[in-house]
């Protein structure tokens, strides 16, 4: 099972961006999936989540611009970025809780991809 991230880049504060990331492998079932982020020189923290129902989960600090979603049939799910701040940028990794097809579930993260917001 791997998870690929997609969509980081630079932009202006204001901006807008559109993280993706797709799930593939020996997948069973995908539970919970979600985004987190960590800065440089700070710790890794959760930005959004997302059950298998929909019900969603955001931090306080981008609660009202960033949105997240998923496609169940696709094993995806995606971040739209808006109204994106200097304090946004960071490495953005995806996160899935996932079934394997051998009956083992575990979390597993993608390969980071950079926002940079910056004038």
């Known amino acids: 099972v791997q998870l690929q991230a997609f969509g980081g880049g630079l932009v202006q504060p204001g901006g807008s961006l559109r993280l993706s990331c797709a799930a593939s492998g020996s997948i069973f079932s995908v539970k919970a999936m979600g985004w987190y982020r960590q800065a440089p020189g700070k710790q890794r923290e959760l930005v959004a989540s997302?059950?298998?129902?929909?019900?969603?989960n955001y931090a306080d600090s981008v609660q009202g611009r960033f949105t997240i979603s998923r496609d169940n049939a696709k094993n995806t799910v995606a971040l739209q970025m808006n109204s994106l701040k200097p304090e946004d940028t960071a490495v953005y990794y995806c996160?899935?809780?996932?079934?394997?097809?051998?009956?083992?579930?575990?979390?597993?993260w993608g390969q980071g991809t950079k926002v940079t917001v910056s004038s």
């Open positions: 996160n899935a809780d996932i079934d394997n097809r051998y009956g083992l579930n575990r979390a597993y």
């Open positions: 997302i059950r298998t129902g929909g019900s969603t």
